[in-house]
């Protein structure tokens, strides 16, 4: 499967912004779909997650009540939706399909996704 995703751009503190992420090749439907996300010089962190079936998802404790993952599996498409972005969102976040079948325990385990977009750069200004 290959991801792409868009909706990155430059933001001011207290803005939001919706990032997709478009599976081609296999349909979304057949994936767990992981955001993480990885600032200058930091290491990729876990943002957000949303199991393939029961409409469960998990967050990072940095971005919950801010953020919302959703996914419309006709479009072959997950979002995530942040809003009150602050400064330290800042970062390149990157979408990734994970089919493991131990998932509500490795989330947030960047090991667990086999496939992985390529990025879209959020920058949020104070």
């Known amino acids: 499967v290959q991801l792409v995703e868009s909706g990155g751009g430059l933001v001011q503190a207290g803005d939001s912004l919706r990032l997709s992420c478009t599976t081609s090749?296999?349909?979304?439907?057949?994936?767990?779909i992981g955001w993480f996300r990885q600032a200058p010089g930091k290491e990729r962190e876990f943002v957000a997650a949303?199991?393939?079936?029961?409409?469960?998802?998990y967050y990072a404790d940095a971005v919950k009540g801010r953020f919302t993952i959703s996914r419309i599996n006709a479009k072959n498409t997950v979002y995530l939706q942040m809003s009150s972005l602050k400064p330290e969102d800042t970062a390149v976040y990157y979408c990734?399909?994970?089919?493991?079948?131990?998932?509500?325990?490795?989330?947030?385990?960047?090991?667990?996704?086999?496939?992985w977009g390529k990025g879209t750069l959020v920058t949020v200004s104070s």
């Open positions: 990734a399909a994970s089919t493991t079948a131990s998932y509500s325990g490795l989330y947030d385990n960047v090991g667990s996704y086999a496939s």
């Open positions: 090749g296999r349909a979304v439907s057949n994936y767990h």
């Open positions: 949303k199991r393939r079936s029961g409409d469960v998802s």
